[in-house]
């Protein structure tokens, strides 16, 4: 599970304007979320001073067709990602510069996602669906994907609330479904809460361009790597997911144009060596808690 809650994350996000739209509530900082836009551009990086540092990520996605009901969107990832683990952090037998870990690791995704969004019951009712390719290690690794559905409960001006099932296609959870919730409410003009699929956030808008959040979100990252180790398959695939309290600051610098920038502290969820395709986990690796810092732009249109 842990490999999906990032995009759990920007889809629960997604599904959250979708539906304030749905309910006609205006918001100061126009939504630039993943698969909203007709055109969505995003490039970032973060550093931190530990075995995984100097994340570089460019995400672009382009809706190319919508009508009242339904979105299909063509998504491509990239990713850049320098570790450096010590010898002594991995379980005996393992040798991070004999197989290939302490290097920079390229890998991205192609794919595509589909939106519906109807009235079921009297209420806002939508569904997602992504399927994606992983690449990694100068080939081709997966296929993965999510779906879900989301009913809206409520959905007035100030208060919205959703809840639905997510199920996972091909991953590296034990537990392939589960219900996630939406849940967003707008105190006055300049401050909402926000708590999506177990994260939280509150909101600070002192002017029509700027945002606040003090909150949380969940971070994966991951590499594809030939261990050349006769304990470990010919291809594996590295995954380390955490936790990371801080805070945001997103400011809308021309029109169609923002910047971002984070700051908090990194808590460690999983660190795990598994199979490329993630059925099998062979061992973990341990991740202290550090701070991070991330700047980013979007061009959203």
């Not at 390229?106 to 996602?113: D, K």
């Not at 009297?122 to 559905?149: C, E, L, Y």
């Not at 502290?265 to 061992?283: P, Q």
Request: charged share 15%; hydrophobic share 40%; net charge positive.
């Amino acid at each position: 599970m842990p490999v999906y809650l990032f995009s759990l994350i920007l889809i629960s996000l997604s599904l959250v304007s979708g539906m304030r739209s749905a309910a006609q509530v205006s918001h100061d900082v126009p939504a630039d979320n993943y698969g909203m836009v007709k055109t969505n551009i995003r490039v970032a990086y973060d550093y931190t001073d530990a075995s995984l540092s100097d994340h570089f990520s460019a995400r672009v996605s382009y809706e190319f067709l919508k009508n009242q009901k339904f979105t299909l969107t063509a998504n491509l990832n990239y990713n850049s990602l320098q570790a450096d683990f010590a010898p002594g952090v991995l379980p005996a037998g393992y040798d991070p510069e004999a197989m290939g870990m302490n290097r920079t690791h390229l890998y991205g995704q192609v794919g595509a996602s589909a939106t519906f969004g109807h009235w079921f019951l009297g209420r806002p009712f939508m569904a997602f669906a992504t399927m994606s390719a992983d690449w990694g290690d100068r080939r081709f690794q997966r296929m993965s994907g999510i779906a879900m559905a989301m009913l809206m409960l409520r959905a007035d001006r100030n208060t919205q609330f959703g809840l639905g099932p997510l199920l996972l296609i091909n991953s590296t959870s034990k537990v392939p479904a589960f219900i996630v919730f939406v849940y967003r409410h707008r105190f006055n003009h300049n401050f909402a809460i926000n708590l999506y699929g177990g994260m939280f956030g509150l909101d600070y808008t002192p002017t029509r361009s700027d945002l606040f959040t003090i909150g949380g979100d969940i971070d994966v990252r991951s590499f594809y790597f030939r261990p050349d180790n006769p304990l470990l398959p010919e291809n594996c695939r590295y995954t380390n997911t955490n936790f990371r309290p801080g805070i945001k600051y997103k400011r809308r610098l021309a029109t169609n144009f923002y910047g971002e920038l984070q700051g908090g502290v990194i808590l460690k969820m999983s660190s795990r060596v598994t199979g490329a395709s993630g059925t099998k986990r062979y061992f973990d690796i341990p991740m202290p808690a550090r701070p991070f810092l991330q700047v980013a732009f979007n061009y959203a249109l």
